[in-house]
């Protein structure tokens, strides 16, 4: 299988929810229902004042995650996905969106205690990934959790699941400690947290 040779341009994901306003299945898929459960279940009951989302979609997993967090932040650089989420996100008001391409552009926000990456590191190529990497030691507060979330198949996008993530892991471990490593058959979860200073 060929691999795209660059990150997936925003028109891909525009054109993907333009389309079908659940392309991936995100809210029908048994396979995303327990990745979600597996996900939540992972934060092991805390509790997080500040968190990032960083590719939400159409805010299926937005909505879940919403009852974990004081203040979250989703983003997406999909204009058809972020109406879908906010949507379906309405009725909390804990839980804010906006249209951003992650990592070239960022937050203006000081810190997250929280930072979710669900099947979207695989989209970027090296470069990104390097820059991704960088700006998520930006974001993340001292004692901070990144969860990362990604299917483990052959894709036909710049990365794999497997190697976006320990592409990551590589260029973060200075900074970030392994807290949970877990595969299941079609992906794996990899809870870091943020070393205090």
């Known amino acids: 299988m060929t691999r795209a040779r660059n990150s997936l341009p925003s028109t891909y994901f525009e054109e993907m929810f333009a389309g079908d306003a659940d392309p991936w299945g995100f809210e029908t898929s048994s396979y995303e229902q327990a990745k979600y459960d597996h996900t939540l279940a992972s934060f092991g009951g805390r509790r997080y004042r500040h968190a990032l989302e960083i590719g939400c979609a159409n805010g299926v997993l937005t909505q879940r995650l919403a009852g974990q967090c004081d203040d979250l932040l989703a983003i997406d650089v999909s204009k058809t996905a972020l109406a879908s989420a906010a949507s379906r996100c309405v009725i909390y008001p804990s ?8 990592p070239g ?3 203006d926000r000081s810190s997250s ?26 974001l993340l ?12 198949g052959e894709t ?34 990899d809870l870091w947290r943020r070393r205090a200073s």
């Open 141 to 152: 507060a001292p004692g901070g959790d990144l969860i990362l979330v990604h299917w483990t």
């Open 156 to 189: 036909d996008y710049p990365q794999s699941g497997d190697a976006a993530v320990e592409a990551l892991r590589h260029a973060t471990a200075v900074d970030l400690e392994t807290i949970l490593h877990e595969r299941k058959a079609q992906y794996r979860l």
């Open 113 to 138: 205690d929280l930072i979710v990456l669900s099947e979207v590191a695989y989209y970027w190529d090296d470069a990104d990934l390097a820059l991704a990497a960088r700006r998520v030691l930006d």
């Open 105 to 107: 552009e960022i937050p």
């Open 95 to 102: 839980v804010r969106f906006a249209m951003m391409s992650f």
